[in-house]
Structure formats: structure tokens, C-alpha cells
């Protein structure tokens, strides 16, 4: 199917880890367990002896203290006895500082009995989730006159992020790059741990409370002034790995049992965010030139969840119950900003590892996370708004070659790093097949196929496919080749991709291919691969087009991703992937000293490292800044995006606010600032429970998500008119008087006051409302701005709205997960007309199920009969029902057995795949589950069950009861009451039909899905 997954060449490492034993009975699952007490970082003493642990305002939380460290002591032993009602099992991890729970290796009837418990909150099964420069500096502005580098902090230092502690959760981290010493030589340029030099860095700062963990090749001396920290996790993947019936394990050549990189992801993504400036690298022996993170004085410490298995890329990636236990250490060990590259969830406000962020945010901690690599799709990920969720797009790198022939013809759409000139003979790879080999093969330049006494002296032609683009030049020049050309054979995949080559090389589309492999084929060919004679302008930034697009899924007025940084062709630091089997255990056996390493990668893991460094700075800059505050200072300063001709790039899904601006950033003199109270209200105003410790919903209250203080403005189906509320606070050092500017292309924009006057340190609130006007389409968004100036700065917010439908806005669904089998739930609507209202509740009806198990390629049919009448056929498959992270597709058709027309299917990356057909036809339907990757399920195959409701026709009483107004009003809200009672141990399916009953016959005004599982 066209609606994969895009997989980016990321390696992720993996061991076989001996942490903690593991149950590993194929009966068994990770589950990670809730509780209902605060974690210590949100902690407000409300029990009794036990002080309150949260830190005061201003304050950073202080995981050294008495107090914290006998509250914790606390938390673990509730978890213990919690675990005792269901046979003690061990705990895998314990989670006490930005999460309140535990993950552990239960049967399901042991987590269905922990559900039963009052201080359990939820209980989830832990998932697999995957990781999703020389000129970056230079582009981003921090090294012109002027720019962050030069300036001064409070303390008289360059602001390069001297003593800010930038955490980084991935693969690891490989020493051996200078990116992370604490040393220059002679020269001052970074050495790593191991080479003699000058000592440039102090002893950690004092609130660091870290620790650096050996293990296999990595000892505590890799660890230093620079890489104050390292750590790993691992006990949840390798209780998967265990379990999965020999299917997988750790990869034997590129993981070790350490902090130390099996990948090189976390090395790239540590170095970007804060590896040392000027450090000389090389790839594939071409000197680049130094690499430098955006934050180069930082301090790091890594925290490896990721890890490669024996069946990479399927099965690499991490485990939520070993992430969040990583998340947990970060925060106590004292970092001030996390980097975050790694898949995360579109939809769900209370993950796991969501809501153990907005806890760390709480604790003062900025967290910069990928918005996902799913592009142009509407998939972002991290959509919650205490995360800043970053998009990739490109930088002004010069990449361009031109392919001048002997015969005079040139090519000049090709792309090289090689930035001198190369001329010489030219040959077909499917020319020069070594003995023994296969044609198709040797025009692919697989490794061997070459015959050297052909390929000796000359650049070769070589067909992209199959094998790495960087394989093909390595077997170039393994058989004497001079060069190589490197032609797209496939015009579907056709992108262009300047590598870092083992000889000189030019990469060119196949719309060349043919004219070149014929005029090579006619005889006596040459060619020249140079820079091009004029090179053209580069355009940037202009968004990537692999970078997940918004808006947001979980809820639209919140706007995601939150701004755009450089993602594409990345140069950074990375491990020795090229070292033997034997060379990797003579490291572990410390006989043998790995090779530092550079690379070029792309991806929204590149971009979000960029935003973590820069906040790093601005910390350094701004150290009473909260974690809000710092967002803010970026998103209202952010620049433009281009398309790729050039002109503006008007789709904000795309990139939010605009471009990353760090210089802009650190001179804002406002900014929008929350609490984590704030986000409680939030949470609250959208059914939701905060997290204990952020607040109950009677104590807090609730705000709808237009009116969270967040930098953006964003309204989804505005009736008459929407009014956002916002406060500003002037950072600055000097009372100003700002003056508003908005403008939204079609709509009426009032800003009340238009004025503000504010002195140091001073708040100020104003209202912003939004009318659509009579060109406003209901579906389609309009995109504009709020801008508050001092006359010299000015400090710009995204705003969007879009329309709503029927001129009533009512949410398209609520759920509720509680664990009972009576219920009630309240939302609110908006009307855009005076007159009667009618409800009509249908279902609730709960879940047809089929039980099944499958393996990749497999197909398997249900019948489903739709009655006369019906209002909804739904189908759907989740994550939760599978025994395996693996990618089922369901197709519905309107027949029996599959046959009949294609009315609907759902084919993402995972199992959560839904189809709802509304008023179907009466007849028989087929819902068809797809096998499309079951290989990460144990021995390859997977278990799942297919769910399927039918609703209507409404007959007899209704078990949900739907309770409201009979009257509204043009412009007016009002609240919707749900009530139920069923059994429970169910999914459940109903909906509300909302009708403008003012005359004889009603008009249809929507419906509200209701969703309710109490399982």
C-alpha cells in the first residue's frame, strides 16, 4: 500500500543486557503501573511527615534532598505493596521523580487485578518506539558579529552554554570523537578522552547529581569535564528480546552492554545539541572540517534507550517502561534541557512518557522533541504544548556538481560534496563484471562485483538500488576506481543525496541515465565531475519534505509542530560503524581503541537538536527563564520558510511558527510564560485528569485550549467568533509601551487594548478576537499573525483559525478509559443560531471481537452484516490487542470474503488502524486484517483481535443518556451531559446526534462519536 512508513537510515543499537532479572515466560508482558500519588517533582506535602518535595517558583527541583530522597523512599514502597496483591513480582523500574508508577513483568490477569486497586491510576502495556554539522551555526547566525557566541552572560562568559547540562536520550554515546573531550592540544583544537592535552573545562556544575556507568567498552575514564554523565537502559527491550522466541536479540557486531553508541544516532544527536566547537572530522577520509554543536561549552550527559536488534531496522528502537525510567534519572541527576529524538504518540495526552514530560517541565526542565518523520502526512508527534515539537527543513549548504562529458554535454543537476574537479576515463559498472558475478548486480556495485583490471584509473557508472549509495563507491574504489557516477535507475525513487563518498562522486537523476549510458557505451568516453561554473543561490529553509506535518490530531487548537530547524544533510559525530566482529569485542576486552567517527543524516531526530542547543544557550543567557518562557522567546522570533523556488511557504503545518532565530530569540523583550498549573487547567478544560501533583480539576479549574498562554493562537471551527485570552510579561530591562498588529487573510481581528505599558519584570493581559468573514470556508485554514512591537523589536505569534460547519461546533468525539461500569462526561458546544436544540443518544454498544493471529503477508476476512437503518459501521484494530510492536492494514469491503468494492482502509505504521463507514447500505460487509510486517511478533507472527461496532437504528431505550439545553443562542455556549451504565470489561461505541429542532422538520447539526472503555 502507498501509505508506509519512511525509514531513515538510522541505525539504533542493542545489547543483551544482565540489569535486572526479567521474567521471561512467553505469558508475560511489560506493563507499566500508574499510581496515584505525585511523583517528587510535583510533590506538595499534602501527606502527613512527609515535607513537600516540588520546588518553590524560581527554584530548580533538588533531587539531593532529605526530603525528596524520603518521599521517594515513600513511592517505591507503595509500589511494593501494590505489587504483593498480585505475587510480588519484581519491579523492572521504579518511577518516583517525574512519573509515580513502576513497570514490571505481569501476566494479563495480574494487570487486570492491579486495575482494581485505588492507588493505581492506569496500567499500560510498554511499547516499542523507534528514533524517528559544519554550516548549521554558520546558517543559524551564532557565529556572525554580534551573533549568541559573541556575547556576554551575567558572569562576563560567551554564551556557548557554559555549565547548562544538556540531557540526551538515544543510542548512547561513542567517546572516541573529540565532540565530547574536555581537552585541546597545542593547536586548541578538541581531542578525545584518550590523547594528552590542555584541560578547557571545569569540574560539573554543582547541581549535577549524575553518574557516569561502565560496562562493556566503556569505562568511567571515557566520562570527563565535558561528558559528565552516561547511563543505559535496557532491562524492558531485553525482557522483549527474550520473549520473542529466538525471532531477535541484541546485534552482535554493534552493541555493547554500555552507554557506549550501537548506532550512532545518539553520538550525531549529542554532538549537534552540544558537541565541542571546531573539531576536524572526516567521512569516508574526506576532511570536512570542524563540526560544533549549537551549544559547544555545554556539558552532556546520555541516557541509551535505544538499541539495534539482529533484524534491524525491525525490532530497534526502545521501550517506554526503560524510557521513562531514563526520563526519571535525567531530571534527578540535574539536567536543565533534554533532547528528545525519538517517535512519540499523535493522540494521547495522558502517555506515559507525555505526562512524565510535562512533570519534568515542572521541574524547570526545556524539552525538545521531533515532530516525526512521517511527512507530507498530517502525523505529527509530541503534541502535547509543554513540549517544544520541532520540523526539519534544510540549510544553505552548497551540495551542487556538474557531469561535463567528453562529447561537451553537461549535467548540471547533480548533487557532491567533492569540491574539487576529477577527470578521466569512464566505464559501465555492467562493463566491468568481475569473474563469477551477476550482471544485474555489478551495474548495482555490490560489494565484489567489479573486475579491478577494468575499473583501474576510471570513474565508473554505477546504478543506485539495493545497497547503500556509500557501498557502491567503497566497492569503486576497492577496484581502483578514480570516481564514480551514480545514476537513479528508478523513477520513484528519485531523490538526490550528496553522500560522503569513498572517491569522488556525483549523484544524478534518472531522467540523465540513459543519455549517459549510451554515450558511455559508444567508446573512448571521459568525463569531468566539478563544481558547477555558476552556482545558483541556495534556498533554505525550506521544509523537508519527510518532516511530519500538522495540525495537531489530539486536539486543533493547539498548534504543533512549534517551529522548524535544520534536519536535512546533517554533519555531526558518529561511531566506527565499519569495525569487525573482532574489533568490537576487543573493545569490550580493552585491547583494542575504536576510531571516531563523522556523517552526514537527515531526519526531525537532526532538527530537534538543533532547538535543545539553542535552548541550552538561551538558558545560559536567561537563567530565571522557565522552560515556557524559552519557547516562547523562539517561536515569537522565528523567521521565515520558503517552497523551493523561493517564494514563501504559506503552510503552516509544516513548521508552526517559522525557522529557529536564535539571535532574535535571545533579544525578545516579552514573553508568554505557563506553569504547570496552567496545563492542569488545560487538561481539565478538556476531560481530562491532570497528574497527581499538578492539581485536581476543583482546585485548578479549567480553561478551554484556546486560551492556554501559549505563543500561538489557534482556533478549529469557529462559529460566530473566538476570543483568546493571553498574558505577556516584559523580560527587558526598561518599561516599554508594546503595540498590538494582527492580520488573518479573510477574517476581522480585534486585539483589546491595542496598547500595553509595561516595566521590568510586569505582566500585562490582553484579548484577541477572531470573525470569520463571508469568504471563510469551513474546512479550509487561514494563517496570519500577532505581533507586539517596542517600535525597535517585534514579537510575532502564528495565528490560525479555520470555520466550522453548520454554524455548530461540537467535539467529533470523548472518551473515557475508567475502569467502571457507570460513567459520565461533560463537553461543551458552541452555537452559531438562537433556537431549539434536540439530542439523541445511540448505543452504547459494545464491541463485536474476532480473535485471530497472523504473519506478514497474510490476509484475514470477517463478515460483518449491517442492518436496514444503520447510522455507523465502525472497525478497528489497536496496538494494546497485538502480542507484538508490529504493522497490521484493514480494508472493509462491501461484500462477503473480501469481494465487492474497497469502501475503506487504514494503513499506518503500526496496529491502531481505523474504518467507520457512515449510514452504510444494508448487506454484508468483509473487514479484512493485512499482515504487512508481523516479523517483530514472536516467531513472526502476531496476535490480535478485530473490533466492530454497528449503531442504530435507534430501537427501544438507550443505555447513553445525553442531557443538555433546549434552547441556544447565537454566539453562546452550553454544556452537554453523558451519563451510562453497562457492564464493564467492554469497548464500547455510541454517539450523540445534535438537531436544530426550532421548526417542524429538524436539521441535522453533527454528531458526537462516544467512546468507552472500561476493560
Not at 496515584?36 to 516540588?54: Q, W
Not at 523512599?73 to 507503595?78: D, E, F, G, R
Not at 495522558?350 to 512533570?359: G, M, R, V
Amino acid at each position: 500500500m502507498n501509505h508506509k512508513k519512511l525509514h531513515i537510515a538510522l541505525m539504533l543499537g542493542l545489547a543483551t543486557l544482565s540489569m535486572g532479572a526479567v521474567a521471561q515466560n512467553s505469558g508475560k508482558k511489560i506493563y507499566i503501573v500508574q499510581m496515584a500519588d505525585a511523583p517528587a517533582a510535583t510533590y506538595d506535602g499534602k501527606l502527613a511527615g512527609l515535607a513537600a518535595t516540588k520546588a518553590a517558583a524560581g527554584a530548580r527541583f533538588n533531587a539531593a534532598g532529605a526530603n525528596v530522597k524520603s518521599y521517594r523512599s515513600y513511592l517505591t514502597s507503595q509500589h511494593s505493596a501494590v505489587l504483593s496483591r498480585v505475587g510480588a513480582p519484581a519491579a523492572l523500574h521504579n518511577y518516583t521523580v517525574v512519573f509515580n508508577g513502576f513497570s514490571a513483568a505481569l501476566t494479563p490477569a495480574q494487570a487486570k487485578a492491579l486495575q482494581t486497586s485505588t492507588k493505581v491510576v492506569s496500567v499500560t502495556e510498554s511499547r516499542l518506539i523507534p528514533a524517528d554539522t559544519t554550516r548549521t551555526p554558520d546558517f543559524l547566525g551564532l557565529t556572525a558579529p554580534g551573533g549568541l557566541w559573541s556575547q556576554l552572560d551575567t558572569a562576563a562568559r560567551k554564551v556557548k552554554g557554559e555549565d547548562v547540562i544538556i540531557g540526551v536520550l538515544d543510542t548512547g554515546i561513542w567517546p572516541e570523537t573529540a565532540s565530547f573531550g574536555d581537552k585541546v592540544d597545542a593547536q586548541g583544537n578538541p581531542v578525545p578522552y584518550y590523547q594528552a592535552g590542555t584541560s578547557v573545562y571545569g569540574p560539573p556544575p554543582a547541581k549535577w547529581k549524575g553518574t557516569c556507568v561502565a560496562g562493556e567498552g566503556f569505562t568511567a575514564a571515557m566520562c570527563n569535564n565535558k561528558l559528565i554523565g552516561a547511563r543505559y537502559y535496557g532491562d524492558a527491550w531485553y525482557a522483549g528480546a527474550a520473549n520473542s522466541g529466538g525471532a531477535y536479540a541484541a546485534h552482535p557486531r554493534l552493541e555493547y552492554k554500555s552507554p557506549r553508541d550501537g548506532g550512532g544516532h545518539g553520538s550525531h544527536t549529542a554532538s549537534t545539541a552540544g558537541g565541542n566547537a571546531n573539531v576536524n572530522a572526516t567521512i569516508n577520509g574526506t576532511a570536512i572540517g570542524g563540526i560544533s554543536g549549537m551549544a559547544p561549552r555545554a556539558r552532556i550527559a546520555v541516557y541509551k534507550v535505544l538499541w539495534t536488534s539482529t533484524t534491524t531496522p525491525n525490532n530497534d528502537g526502545g521501550q517506554t517502561a526503560d524510557i521513562l525510567a531514563a526520563i526519571n534519572d535525567a531530571v534527578a541527576d540535574g539536567v536543565d534541557v533534554i533532547n528528545y529524538s525519538i517517535s512519540g504518540t499523535q493522540t494521547n495526552f495522558n502517555d506515559p512518557i507525555e505526562i512524565a514530560y510535562l512533570n519534568a517541565t515542572a521541574a524547570g526542565v526545556f524539552v525538545a522533541a521531533s515532530a516525526g518523520n512521517s511527512g507530507p502526512a498530517n502525523q505529527v508527534a509530541h503534541m502535547s504544548p509543554w513540549l517544544m515539537t520541532v520540523g526539519a527543513s534544510t540549510h544553505d549548504r552548497q551540495a551542487l556538481a556538474d557531469l561535463v562529458l567528453g562529447d561537451a554535454s553537461v549535467y548540471s543537476n547533480g548533487v557532491s560534496v567533492y569540491g574539487s574537479t576529477l577527470t578521466g576515463s569512464m566505464i559501465l559498472a555492467d562493463s566491468a563484471v568481475a569473474s563469477g558475478q551477476a550482471v544485474a548486480d555489478a551495474q548495482r556495485c555490490f560489494a565484489g562485483t567489479l573486475d579491478p583490471t577494468k575499473v583501474s584509473g576510471k570513474i565508473v557508472v554505477c546504478d543506485r538500488g539495493v545497497s547503500a549509495r556509500v557501498e557502491k563507491s567503497a566497492e569503486v574504489k576497492r577496484a581502483g576506481g578514480i570516481g564514480m557516477v551514480l545514476v537513479n535507475a528508478d523513477a520513484n525513487s528519485n531523490g538526490l543525496v550528496a553522500d560522503f563518498h569513498s572517491v569522488p562522486s556525483i549523484h544524478l537523476p534518472v531522467a540523465n541515465r540513459a543519455a549517459i549510458r549510451n554515450y558511455v557505451t559508444a567508446g573512448s568516453a571521459t568525463g569531468t565531475i566539478k563544481p558547477p561554473a555558476a552556482p545558483p543561490a541556495i534556498v533554505a529553509p525550506v521544509m523537508a519534505d519527510f518532516s511530519s506535518r500538522g495540525p495537531n490530531k489530539a486536539n486543533g487548537n493547539i498548534l504543533k509542530p512549534d517551529i522548524t530547524g535544520p534536519g536535512v544533510d546533517i554533519l555531526a559525530a558518529y561511531i566506527d560503524d565499519s569495525q569487525t566482529q573482532a574489533q568490537h569485542d576487543a573493545t569490550i576486552a580493552g585491547t583494542y581503541l575504536p576510531l571516531g567517527g563523522a556523517t552526514s543524516m537527515q531526519g526531525t531526530s537532526m532538527s530537534s537538536p538543533h532547538v535543545a542547543g539553542i535552548a541550552a544557550l538561551l538558558k545560559q543567557q536567561h537563567p530565571s527563564w522557565s522552560p515556557a518562557a524559552i519557547k516562547s522567546a523562539m517561536m515569537t522570533s522565528a523567521g521565515p520558510v520558503k517552497l523551493a523556488n523561493g517564494v514563501p511557504d504559506l503552510d503552516r503545518w509544516g513548521y508552526g511558527a517559522g525557522h529557529v532565530n536564535p539571535n532574535a530569540a535571545t533579544a525578545t523583550p516579552l514573553v508568554y510564560d505557563l506553569t504547570a498549573a496552567d496545563h492542569g487547567r488545560f487538561l481539565c478544560g478538556i476531560g481530562l485528569t491532570p497528574p497527581a501533583g499538578i492539581g485536581s480539576c476543583a482546585s485548578l479549574g479549567s480553561i478551554a485550549a484556546t486560551d492556554l498562554n501559549l505563543p500561538s493562537l489557534t482556533a478549529k471551527g469557529v462559529v460566530i467568533s473566538k476570543t483568546f485570552n493571553r498574558t505577556i510579561k516584559n523580560v527587558s530591562t526598561a518599561t516599554k509601551t508594546f503595540v498590538a498588529s494582527a492580520t488573518l487573510p479573510s477574517w476581522d481581528v480585534v486585539v483589546t487594548p491595542a496598547s500595553l505599558t509595561l516595566a521590568p519584570g510586569a505582566t500585562g493581559s490582553f484579548t484577541v478576537k477572531v470573525t470569520p468573514g463571508a469568504a471563510v470556508s469551513a474546512s479550509a485554514w487561514s494563517f496570519g499573525s500577532l505581533s507586539w512591537s517596542d517600535g525597535v523589536t517585534s514579537v510575532t505569534s502564528p495565528l490560525s483559525a479555520n470555520g466550522s460547519a453548520g454554524g455548530f461546533s461540537i467535539p467529533a468525539s470523548v472518551s473515557d478509559v475508567r475502569k467502571t461500569g457507570n460513567g459520565s462526561k461533560v463537553f461543551s458546544v458552541t452555537s452559531g443560531y438562537s433556537g431549539k436544540l434536540g439530542l439523541t443518544p445511540v448505543g452504547l454498544v459494545p464491541a463485536t471481537r474476532n480473535a485471530n493471529n497472523i504473519t506478514t503477508g497474510q490476509k484475514q476476512c470477517y463478515d460483518v452484516v449491517v442492518p436496514a437503518g444503520a447510522l455507523l459501521a465502525r472497525f478497528q484494530l489497536f496496538d494494546a490487542d497485538t502480542s507484538g510492536p508490529v504493522d497490521l492494514d484493514l480494508d472493509i469491503y462491501a461484500g462477503p470474503g473480501g469481494t465487492g468494492a474497497n469502501v475503506g482502509s487504514s494503513g499506518g505504521a503500526t496496529t491502531d488502524e481505523v474504518v467507520s463507514l457512515k449510514a452504510p447500505a444494508a448487506g454484508t460487509y468483509s473487514a479484512c486484517v493485512s499482515g504487512y510486517d508481523t516479523t517483530n511478533g514472536p516467531g513472526g507472527k502476531v496476535d490480535y483481535a478485530l473490533s466492530s461496532w454497528t449503531l442504530g437504528p435507534v430501537v427501544g431505550a438507550q443505555t447513553l443518556r445525553a442531557a443538555g439545553p433546549t434552547a441556544v443562542y447565537a454566539g453562546g455556549t452550553a454544556s452537554i451531559g453523558l451519563g451510562w451504565s453497562v457492564p464493564v470489561g467492554h469497548r464500547y461505541l455510541g454517539q450523540v446526534q445534535f438537531n436544530d429542532t426550532t421548526n417542524a422538520v429538524p436539521v441535522s447539526l453533527g454528531t458526537t462519536l462516544v467512546f468507552v472503555d472500561n476493560r
